[in-house]
Structures are given as C-alpha cells and as structure tokens.
C-alpha cells in the first residue's frame, strides 16, 4: 500500500476533506502551511464548505447577557445541530462586540450576523469568533436608527442597509437618511453610501430577508401602514400594502416560502394551541388569513410561552420563546402535514435569566477567517 501524504493529493481532494473539518480547526489548520491557508480563505472553498454545513443546520441562541455591578454587556453563541436528540451543545462563543447592551440582532445569513448596540454596528462570525466593526455612523444623539441584513448572491456581497433620523431644528420637522454599507471577501475597508428612498417612510419592525429582498414593518410619511421592501442588488424600495386588520408592528416570518405577519402578542401560544397570521400571495399580492391549530400542545412545551419562528429547510414550523427564567431549554417543531409536533431539548445551556434570540437553520461559514 502506497502511503499518499495530503499535500501529494489532487486540490479537489484536499477541498473536499477541509470541507468537513470543524471551523475551530481550520484556524488551526491555516498555521500549518501557506498552501492550506490560501485553499481555506478562497472563494471556491468558501462555497463548499457552506453547502457541507448546509446539510447539518444549526439552531444558533444569541443571549444578550448583562452584568450590572459593573455594567458588562457581553454577546454569548450558542449553536446546536438541529436534528440531534437531545440537542447538545457545540460550545459558547463569548464575545464582547459593544460596551453597550445589544439594541438588534439580525437573522443569520450564510453564517454571519449582524448586531447593532447603541451607534455601533459589527458583522460577526459566530463560529470563528470573529467580527468587523462597521465604521461609525454620525447621529445626534438620542436619534432613532434602523439597521437590516442582507447578502446580493449575484455580486457575492453582504450589505447593511441604515435608516437614521435627523430634526431640522424644530422637533416637528424630520428627515431621514438611508445610508448602504457593501462587504465583500476581501479585506478592504469600504464605507456608508447615502442612497435615496422615493417612499418616505419609517421602519417599525425588524426585517426579514429571504429571496434577496428585505421586508420590513414601516409608517409612510402619510401614517399609513406598509411592509416596505428592499432590492439588496438593485438597492431599489418597493411598498407593499397591507390590510386594514394588519399592523405593520407585528413580526415578519418566513412561512413555507412566502412572508407573513403574526400579532407578537395575541399570538404567542401559552395556553393557546391555535394562532393566526397574514400570509402574503406572492403571484397575487394579497393578504390571506391563515389558522394553525396544534394538537396536544400544552402536553408538550409545559405552559411556556413559545412564540412562531418560522419554517425552517425541513418545511416544518419552529417555536421557540424569547426569555428564559433558568429552566430547561427546549425548542419545537411542527409538522403541517402528518400533525406531528416535536420537542427538542437543549443540554448545556446556562441555568441563568436571560433574553434569548433563536434562530433556526444557521450553517457555519469561512467568512471574516
């Protein structure tokens, strides 16, 4: 038998074997040789490696935890694979992005995430522990500002999209300005672009992306409510109406493909196993009324308050609450199709109170490495 060394095997061989190697080790892995180091960092394994942890998705807990005495605001990740039972930990990745408390934490995109503290806005690799600091924005102090995440597939570039508010002397007299940030692969410092947004209008919500669009609760400049919309390659807003039972102040979630908006509060399921939401036809532009009852739901989450997160790549319906008290973790799933509802216990979690974040189907990235 003829001992084959990695550096002797094909460069496809070598892709395919770093493609399954945990990202903790692929830091590791960059030391040992230039050759290695140039193979992770380049675009082609870049892709790879993101369709390999496509394949095992994650569910990804941000936990906003702060210690008052002194005041340390600090951003804990914490990832599990999706499909285990129980759901075990991967590790705590502990990171202090701000010396403010978190204001918003975006939804993953292709394994980065973006966090906005007060004036202050990071893209972050969970999994690598690693972030880029956005250069500042400047912004009277007080004033309001609104930040989404999206990623234009054609050019391979994140971008951030910023809303801020300026007074013009009179506090009556507001005017907004809509500033762009691009990150691509390489390292090279970019900086805000004004852009210009015919719709006047102010974001109320966090926003969802999906399809390279992002979607997002506003108020036009009339008061009227809309779900506005924004192009992540063309950079162009769109207004999409809504119905007079919808507020735009409710959550947007993905729901089998298609934006929908549920009522945060009238739709939390506690002693409820039945919630509605507003599900948007994409061919027809309307707004249908949709029901989802569950059967044997209390029996399932304990009388927690769970709340709908989305459908994830399963096409099952995710629920997962928004605060924990220092008791057992736990998620589910919901299956539309055969009723089948699903608890997923999560070990290792921290027995603290804390906010949670909870998103569903993040992969793991070699982006920022």
């Not at 675009?43 to 340390?72: A, G, T």
């Not at 995109?109 to 972050?124: M, P």
Request: proline residues 4%; neutral net charge.
């Amino acid at each position: 038998m003829v001992n084959t060394s990695f550096e002797t095997l094909p460069r496809h061989m070598q892709m395919e074997i770093l493609s399954r190697v945990p990202l903790k080790f692929l830091m590791k892995f960059m030391c040992v040789s230039k050759k290695w180091a140039s193979i992770i960092r380049g675009e082609e394994f870049r892709e790879d490696y993101l369709f390999q942890s496509m394949k095992r998705p994650r569910v990804l807990f941000v936990i906003d935890h702060r210690e008052y005495l002194p005041i340390k605001p600090e951003a804990f990740f914490h990832s599990v694979y999706q499909e285990d039972q129980p759901l075990l930990l991967s590790g705590k990745q502990r990171m202090r992005t701000f010396e403010t408390p978190l204001v918003q934490v975006f939804q993953p995109i292709r394994g980065l995430i973006c966090q906005q503290g007060y004036g202050k806005i990071v893209i972050c690799n969970p999994g690598l522990k690693k972030f880029r600091s956005l250069p500042q924005i400047k912004v009277h102090k007080g004033a309001p500002m609104r930040t989404f995440f999206g990623y234009d597939e054609d050019k391979d570039v994140f971008k951030v999209l910023c809303i801020t508010w300026l007074r013009n002397g009179k506090r009556s007299e507001v005017s907004k300005e809509y500033l762009v940030y691009t990150m691509g692969s390489d390292e090279e410092s970019s900086s805000w672009r004004l852009i210009t947004c015919e719709h006047d209008h102010a974001p109320v919500t966090e926003g969802l992306f999906k399809g390279g669009v992002l979607y997002y609760g506003a108020k036009s400049n009339n008061g009227k409510s809309v779900v506005m919309s924004f192009n992540v390659n063309s950079e162009d807003f769109s207004v999409i109406e809504l119905e007079v039972e919808i507020s735009p102040y409710w959550r947007l979630v993905n729901y089998k493909g298609d934006i929908a908006l549920m009522n945060n509060i009238e739709d939390s399921l506690y002693h409820s196993r039945e919630f509605e939401m507003w599900v948007r036809n994409e061919v027809t532009g309307n707004w249908d009324r949709t029901s989802i009852k569950i059967s044997h739901w209390n029996g399932t989450v304990d009388g927690k308050t769970f709340y709908f997160k989305g459908t994830i790549g399963t096409k099952e319906l995710a629920f997962a609450p928004d605060y924990w008290f220092g008791e057992q973790h736990f998620v589910s799933y919901y299956d539309t199709e055969t009723k089948n509802l699903r608890r997923f216990d999560i070990e290792g979690m921290v027995d603290q109170d804390d906010f949670v974040r909870t998103f569903f189907d993040h992969v793991d990235s070699t982006w920022l490495i």
